[in-house]
């Protein structure tokens, strides 16, 4: 059974920077390298909504509104999906997770996700 640990979330004042991280496990590296993968966040009192993704190959693409603030990266390695998060913005507050990209595949159980504030 898949499992997902996101981990690295916090509270910033607007302008900061936070990464994120989400290992994968209880799949083999080999499979692991074949997913296309995303980072999806949930605002209270909003659907959850997917920010950014990264193919099997690391092609990126991302939501409008992180364009040029987020980056998103995967070491296939160690089976973990990062996100480098830049000039947040209290908008950005939210709890983060990450999973398949949805587009492509059904989703796996979710992990807890990880709490990102931002907030003078």
């Known amino acids: 059974q898949v499992q997902l640990v996101e981990s690295g979330g916090g509270s910033v004042q607007p302008g900061g920077s936070l990464r994120l991280s989400c290992e994968v496990s209880?799949?083999?590296?080999?499979?692991?390298?074949?997913?296309?993968m995303a980072w999806y966040r949930q605002a209270p009192g909003k659907q959850r909504e997917l920010v950014a993704r990264?193919?099997?190959?690391?092609?990126?693409n991302y939501a409008g509104s992180v364009k040029r603030r987020f980056i998103i990266s995967r070491d296939n390695a160690k089976s973990t999906v990062y996100l480098q998060m830049n000039s947040l913005k209290p908008e950005d507050t939210a709890v983060y997770y990450c999973?398949?990209?949805?587009?492509?595949?059904?989703?796996?159980?979710w992990g807890q996700g990880t709490q990102v504030t931002v907030s003078s």
């Open positions: 999973n398949r990209d949805s587009t492509y595949a059904s989703l796996w159980d």
């Open positions: 209880g799949l083999s590296r080999s499979l692991f390298i074949i997913h296309f």
């Open positions: 990264i193919t099997s190959g690391s092609d990126t």
